[in-house]
């Protein structure tokens, strides 16, 4: 990881320009470099041309595959993760996540599929939070409240990307402007997706800014772990290491309180199907039609840990989520209605896929006792989520 803690300025300098993409050609038992882990070097990338925006600016896609078939497709748009295939207990490779085929319907109409979202996972109440005495004004782009960065967010940029063929990585560079969406200072981030030879997707989240500012970055897929989007998520078996809750008002806004998951249907300790309580009498249910909450996840400042969990019992898929975020968005895609495309032919249905959002709590910025999302100058904000995939 030695390349991303170089200084951003080097790589601004070195990087904004198109980098040879070289498909890796290791072959199996290829010893020429100690210190290389053979996990990562098997990783090949390759790079396509995706598509072009609305205005004009080309977006690629780059393809991580590692030597057990694991794929993974992401473009330079919104950082999208456009297509995850992994193998089913009988070792059948197919793709679990939403999404489209072309750009121009990410472009036209998404609900994050597959996206990096910033500067703020989630929402903020009223658009509004203060810094040190100045009150700055955001997008109201959910009802009353702004949700996941604004209008023009980081799932609609066209990030610059750059292939760490030793890393079998992915590092995509965003510069947001000052008050760029409405939030103060320049904020530099990268994000590096790395494959990983056991299974694992691993999502690394750095920021700088010259100007006190909130940061809350998260990945936004949706998946239906049995590889077949006409089918609901709600077997989908989901365990969440959490003890507690964040409830939340009509508007989806926390109310303060951290809720004790004990004898409520937000209790996923042990797994159990997404569907089992979705639909009982519950007023927390109903707020978010369905699951639409962020968890308290249990052993923060412990670093990197096993946060949640997806098991789909008929193709055997499970995913592990790690992160050392202190919270998890459950999201049961309660807004999927049928409408949107499906990659699949036909369209996206109600609750045919989930997310698993790891970040830090909703309208962080206006709840004092919630862990904190203010990034300074001379800090580097940096978090890890990885999604990690087997069957059982
Ligand atoms: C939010 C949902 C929202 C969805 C897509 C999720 O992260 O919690 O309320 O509908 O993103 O927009």
């Not at 790079?47 to 057990?68: C, I, M, P, R």
């Not at 910033?118 to 509004?128: F, L, T, V, W």
């Not at 199907?273 to 707020?287: C, S, T, W």
């Not at 989520?385 to 059982?392: A, E, G, L, V």
């Amino acid at each position: 990881m030695n390349v991303l803690k170089r200084s951003f300025y080097c790589m601004t300098l070195l990087s904004f320009a198109y980098f040879n993409i070289q498909c890796k050609g290791e072959k199996k038992g290829d010893n020429t470099s100690e210190e290389m882990p053979q996990s990562k070097k098997m990783v090949t990338i390759s790079k396509a041309a995706f598509g072009v925006t609305a205005d004009s600016v080309q977006v690629d896609s780059y393809t991580l595959k590692n030597q057990q078939g694991m794929e993974v497709q992401i473009i330079t748009y919104g950082g999208i993760i456009t297509s995850l295939k992994v193998p089913n207990k009988a070792g059948v490779i197919e793709d679990v996540v939403l999404g489209y085929p072309t750009l121009a319907q990410y472009e036209k109409s998404s609900p994050y599929f597959g996206a990096l979202v910033g500067r703020y996972g989630n929402r903020i109440a009223k658009g509004k939070f203060s810094l040190d005495g100045t009150e700055y004004t955001l997008a109201t782009n959910n009802g009353p409240n702004h949700l996941h960065g604004g209008e023009k967010g980081f799932d609609k940029v066209v990030w610059s990307a750059e292939v760490l063929d030793d890393e079998g990585a992915l590092k995509l560079s965003y510069l947001s402007k000052d008050m760029e969406e409405g939030y103060p200072g320049n904020l530099k981030t990268i994000v590096t997706y790395t494959l990983t030879e056991d299974n694992a997707l691993e999502v690394f989240y750095e920021s700088t800014t010259d100007k006190k500012t909130i940061v809350n970055l998260t990945q936004h897929s949706y998946f239906n772990l049995s590889g077949d989007f006409s089918k609901t998520i709600l077997d989908h078996e989901i365990m969440i290491n959490a003890d507690a809750f964040i409830p939340v008002d009509k508007t989806l806004i926390p109310t303060g309180e951290l809720k004790e998951v004990a004898n409520t249907p937000f209790d996923f300790r042990t797994a159990k199907p997404i569907g089992q309580d979705i639909d009982v009498e519950n007023d927390q249910l109903k707020n978010g039609l369905g699951y639409d909450h962020c968890w308290v996840l249990n052993n923060q400042n412990q670093g990197i840990r096993l946060t949640a969990t997806a098991f789909d019992k008929a193709s055997g898929r499970f995913m592990e989520v790690f992160s050392d975020e202190p919270g998890i968005q459950l999201y049961t895609g309660n807004f999927l209605d049928g409408t949107l495309p499906s990659k699949q032919g036909g369209t996206y249905a109600y609750r045919t896929g989930f997310c698993l959002e790891t970040q830090h709590y909703p309208d962080s910025p206006n709840q004092k006792e919630f862990p904190s999302v203010v990034l300074n100058p001379g800090e580097t904000y940096k978090t890890k989520t990885s999604f990690k995939f087997s069957t059982k």
